[in-house]
């Protein structure tokens, strides 16, 4: 299996998957309306979206499995987040709301999420997901 960025083989199984842009970026025409840096993208001046992980432990395994995931932010968060981009201490800083703009595939669905800064500036956002429910039926009581 090779690196899709780098084009490197690799070794092991990837524990990391994500997509480069939030679900709504693919739905815009290709304007000027869109600007995707990074971990952020703002689409019309109005839609504000910022690159998380979702870790999920792994049983008997001290790594994790990581969903790289866009979640929505509101204009004010999205401003502030990026004001302290860069500054120490800033994973104390309360957890934003956001709806993940993410489509996984698998057959589960997240109704909201809450961002976190975890303090290290690559992907330092780690989101913990509230409210997950399967869309399969389950014979278990």
């Not at 709504?24 to 995707?36: D, G, I, N, S």
Request: hydrophobic fraction near 35%; charge should be negative.
């Amino acid at each position: 299996m090779k690196c899709p960025h780098c084009n490197n083989e690799l070794n092991e199984l990837p524990l990391c998957y994500g997509i480069e842009a939030p679900y709504y970026f693919y739905t815009v025409p290709e304007e000027k309306r869109t600007e995707l840096i990074r971990d952020f993208c703002v689409i019309d001046e109005q839609h504000f979206f910022i690159r998380g992980h979702i870790e999920i432990p792994i049983i008997d395994n001290k790594e994790k499995f990581i969903w790289s995931v866009w979640v929505t932010l509101s204009e004010e968060n999205f401003l502030k987040s990026n004001e302290l981009l860069h500054v120490e201490g800033r994973e104390h800083e309360k957890p934003y709301f956001g709806w993940l703009s993410t489509e996984l595939s698998f057959n589960i669905s997240i109704n909201y999420i809450i961002a976190k800064d975890n303090g290290t500036y690559a992907r330092s956002w780690c989101c913990s997901v509230n409210r997950i429910r399967t869309n399969e039926s389950s014979t278990c009581g």
